[in-house]
């Protein structure tokens, strides 16, 4: 599975972003893709998952009720919608599958990262 991330930006506190992410090769096999942030001398934290065959969502805390998760099917991509942002969300953004359930803070494939900066 290769994945490409594509949506990152400058933009000030409080606007929008959206991050997209294709999924190529062996789709069928993905079990959920998702995304993962790594700030400035932090360690890569997870963000959001969508899982594949039912639909289910996942978000950590610090972002619940400002981004949502979704999919495309014909696309085979997934996009992160990031509103009200802030300055904390500044990181490089990360989308990741799995070909099976796992711990929500590993994956089995990654993509490159797309960087998210947000100005106070």
């Known amino acids: 599975v290769q994945l490409q991330a594509s949506g990152g930006g400058l933009v000030q506190a409080g606007d929008s972003l959206r991050l997209s992410c294709a999924a190529s090769?062996?789709?069928?096999?993905?079990?959920?893709m998702g995304w993962f942030r790594q700030a400035p001398g932090k360690e890569r934290e997870f963000v959001a998952r969508?899982?594949?065959?039912?639909?289910?969502?996942y978000y950590t805390d610090s972002v619940k009720g400002r981004f949502t998760i979704s999919r495309d099917i014909a696309k085979n991509t997934v996009d992160l919608q990031m509103n009200n942002l802030k300055p904390e969300d500044t990181a490089v953004y990360y989308c990741?599958?799995?070909?099976?359930?796992?711990?929500?803070?590993?994956?089995?494939?990654w993509g490159q990262g797309t960087l998210v900066t947000v100005s106070s």
């Open positions: 990741a599958a799995d070909i099976r359930p796992g711990p929500v803070t590993k994956a089995d494939y």
């Open positions: 969508f899982l594949w065959n039912n639909g289910n969502t």
């Open positions: 090769g062996r789709t069928t096999s993905i079990y959920d």
